[in-house]
């Protein structure tokens, strides 16, 4: 039989437990510990969502959702490893693991669509550190995805079942999302915010969307100055415009986690209500069967650019 290649599939972690939420939080700040009143907030929107996040268990789906479709399809097995950003399995220790188990060539796929050196760049920076400590490990990474069809055809889907909810889908304004950045990407000319418009106006397209638009999320709790505008201030425009009838559509994240669970459902719906606006946010991508061909797809056509 074929060797098979590994797939590296990477995300961003959550804690497994509410106790794992300080280091987890430590983590995302590069070692450096939140304070206090920063922990309560974060163990405050945990509680309100329920406790710990489904993220860890849908992204260990979703993963084992794009290995399964690779293999029923190609003659190259591939062995798939889950490497967080955030929590164990680290990417460093899944990447440590394929060459201890033999694998010399991998394909690598972050679970976030567009590419930003911030996120996307920076998973792949660890896997690149930790297989430079390896034997021999040649890792192929797929870049950004944000125009796979089925990806853009599963949010299409979403976007129109949304509309179906309002009286008059003419008068909804869809607004494309995603997690903000420090505004010094722009700098860097980081291809992040036009790799999210050109998906948002991918969907617009397919529907023939009279009115959609962008905005950005979650954006961290630090100093910084972030994208803007924040769909918090976005909608209060929006209403100043006129318009009360909203489709949230959070086209950066492919799962029901925090930003979604807390940020949309929670923030967002508490301030629609206070503005009298109809808001309805698209269901997440989660185990979506023509997303995750869609996923696999780009994982076996960058498996073609392998050597054996
Ligand atoms: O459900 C969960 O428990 C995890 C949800 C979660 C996802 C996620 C995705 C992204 N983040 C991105 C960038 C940043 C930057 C900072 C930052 C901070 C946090 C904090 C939490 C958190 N993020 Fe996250 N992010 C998730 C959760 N993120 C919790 C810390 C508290 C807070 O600010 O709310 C700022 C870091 C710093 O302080 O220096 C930057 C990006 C994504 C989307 C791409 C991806 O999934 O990798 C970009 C899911």
Not at 7 to 23: F, K, N, R
Not at 56 to 74: M, Y
Not at 155 to 171: G, H, I, N, S, T
Not at 198 to 205: I, N, P, Q, R, S
Request: glycine share 6%; charged share 25%; proline share 6%.
């Amino acid at each position: 039989m074929t060797n098979p290649f590994g797939l590296l599939v990477m995300a961003y972690g959550t804690p497994a437990e509410m106790s794992e939420v300080e280091a987890y939080y430590t983590h995302i700040r590069h070692g450096h510990k939140p304070t206090p009143e920063q922990l309560d907030d974060l163990i405050r929107r945990y509680e309100a969502i329920g406790g710990v996040s489904p993220l860890n268990e849908i992204t260990r789906q979703q993963a084992q959702g794009v290995a399964d479709r690779v293999n029923g399809w190609s003659n190259r097995p591939c062995k798939l490893y889950l490497g967080m950003k955030h929590t164990t399995p680290f990417i460093e220790d899944a990447v440590g693991q394929m060459a201890n188990d033999g694998i010399r060539e991998a394909v690598t796929l972050v679970l976030a669509p567009h590419y930003s050196v911030m996120s996307v760049g920076e998973y792949q920076k660890s896997a690149d550190e930790a297989a430079s400590r390896c034997d021999s490990l040649q890792l192929r990474h797929v870049r950004d995805w944000h125009l796979e069809p089925h990806y853009l055809n599963a949010l299409a889907r979403r976007v129109k079942a949304a509309l179906a909810q309002f009286d008059d889908p003419a008068d909804v304004m869809v607004v494309f999302t995603a997690h903000s950045l420090p505004t010094r990407i722009l700098e860097l000319k980081d291809p992040y915010p036009s790799e999210i418009e050109e998906t948002g106006d991918a969907v617009a397209a397919a529907l023939n969307l009279p009115h959609h638009e962008f905005a950005w999320q979650s954006a961290g709790r630090t100093r910084d100055p972030w994208l803007g505008p924040d769909i918090l201030e976005y909608m209060r425009d929006l209403v100043g415009r006129g318009q009360r009838n909203l489709i949230l559509c959070p086209c950066g994240f492919v799962s029901d986690h925090l930003e979604v669970l807390y940020d949309v459902d929670i923030e967002a719906m508490e301030l629609a209500k206070s503005l009298g606006m109809k808001l309805v946010r698209t269901s997440s991508l989660n185990t979506d069967d023509e997303f995750l061909e869609g996923l696999a797809s780009v994982v076996r056509r960058a498996a073609e650019d392998l050597s054996v």
